[in-house]
C-alpha cells in the first residue's frame, strides 16, 4: 500500500490546498505503482476563471497540476483568427495543458448554432458544450453529423427553464444522432433535488463531459463549495464512475470566491484526487 493511500485511509479531510501529505509506513521500494487517481481526466471549466487573463489560469492550473481545459470564448474568442488560435494552443502546451472542448456556448438561432461549430472547428477540438432551444435540437443533430463533433448540453439546474437537469437533458436527446449527448452539471443537477450518483448511473452512455462540483443544498439556494465540504457524496459518484467505466473528461467549475479561487480549487483537486486513489 502506497504512502498516499495510508493518509487518505486515515481520512479525506485532511487533503487540502497544499497538496496531499503522506505519511510513509515502508520503503518506495516495497509499495507498488498504483495508477487508480489517473483513471480519469481530471481539468477545469473556464468558466472557473471567468475574472482572470489566460496566463493567470494557466498559472493557477500549474500549481495544481491540472491538464485539461474546457475552453471559454473570454479565453479565445469566437472571431479568432487562425494565428491567434494556433499562438493560443502554443501557450497551452508551452503549459502542459490541453484544451479539450469549448462552451458552454449558449444559442438562440441556427447561425449562432453554425457559428458555435465553424468555432469549434477552427480551434480543432472535437467536443461542443452548449445550450440551444428545443426546437432547434434537430438542427444541432444534423451540425453534428456534418462536421462530426460531439455536442454535449450543460443543465443549470432550477432557474434553467430549458435544461434543468440531466433527465430534461436526456429526454429531449435520447432520439437524436449518439453524438449529441450532455454535460453532466453534477451540483446544478443536485440543486434541482436530483440524485446525481444515480443519474451518472442512469444517463452515463450520453453523457460526454462532467463539470465536477458540489454543493451546499438540494435547492436553488444551494451554492458551489468546495468539492469534499457539500452534499453530494463524491466517492460514491467516483465509485459509479468506476462503475460505468466513464471514459471523458471531469472538470471542475469551481464558483466560489471567483476573484480569489486557487485554494478552493486546490483543495476541490486534492479532494478529488484522494477519493480516487482510496477507492
Known amino acids: 500500500m502506497n504512502s498516499r ?9 485532511g487533503l487540502m490546498a497544499g497538496g496531499i501529505i503522506s505519511f510513509p509506513v515502508k520503503s518506495i521500494a516495497d509499495q507498488a505503482p498504483d495508477k487508480k487517481e489517473d483513471t480519469f481526466k481530471l481539468g ?14 494557466l498559472e493557477m492550473m500549474r500549481k495544481t497540476d491540472v491538464h485539461y481545459l474546457c475552453i471559454k470564448d473570454f479565453h479565445l474568442p469566437y472571431n479568432s483568427t487562425a494565428e491567434q488560435i494556433t499562438a493560443f494552443h502554443q501557450k497551452l502546451k508551452d503549459a502542459d495543458v490541453t484544451g479539450y472542448a469549448v ?22 477540438v472535437e467536443l461542443i458544450v452548449g445550450i440551444p432551444n428545443h426546437e432547434d435540437l434537430k438542427y444541432v443533430e444534423q451540425k453534428v453529423k456534418e462536421y462530426n463533433i460531439r455536442y454535449a448540453i450543460h443543465n443549470h439546474g432550477p432557474e434553467d427553464k430549458l435544461y434543468p437537469n440531466a433527465t430534461s437533458v436526456y429526454n429531449h436527446v435520447k432520439d437524436l444522432d449518439p453524438r449529441v449527448g450532455l454535460c453532466f452539471d453534477m451540483g446544478h443537477n443536485k440543486r434541482d433535488n436530483q440524485d446525481s450518483v444515480a ?24 451554492k458551489t463549495c468546495e468539492l ?31 476573484k480569489d479561487p486557487l485554494a478552493g480549487i486546490a483543495e476541490s483537486v486534492g479532494y478529488f484526487r484522494g477519493v480516487c486513489q482510496a477507492s
Open 103 to 124: 462552451g458552454p456556448i449558449y444559442t438562440k438561432n441556427h447561425q449562432e448554432i453554425d457559428n458555435a461549430f465553424d468555432y469549434a472547428k477552427r480551434v480543432g
Open 199 to 222: 443519474d451518472l448511473g442512469k444517463y452515463n452512455k450520453r453523457i460526454f463531459d462532467i463539470h465536477l462540483k458540489n454543493v451546499t443544498a438540494a435547492t436553488k439556494d444551494g
Open 228 to 258: 469534499g465540504r457539500g452534499i453530494i457524496d463524491i466517492p460514491a459518484f467516483v465509485k459509479m464512475l468506476r462503475k460505468v467505466k466513464y471514459a471523458g473528461s471531469c472538470s471542475l467549475e469551481y464558483e466560489k470566491d471567483m
Open 5 to 13: 493511500r495510508t493518509f487518505v485511509k486515515k481520512g479525506i479531510a
Open 44 to 57: 477545469v471549466a473556464g468558466y472557473s476563471f471567468v475574472h482572470f487573463k489566460l496566463d493567470e489560469a
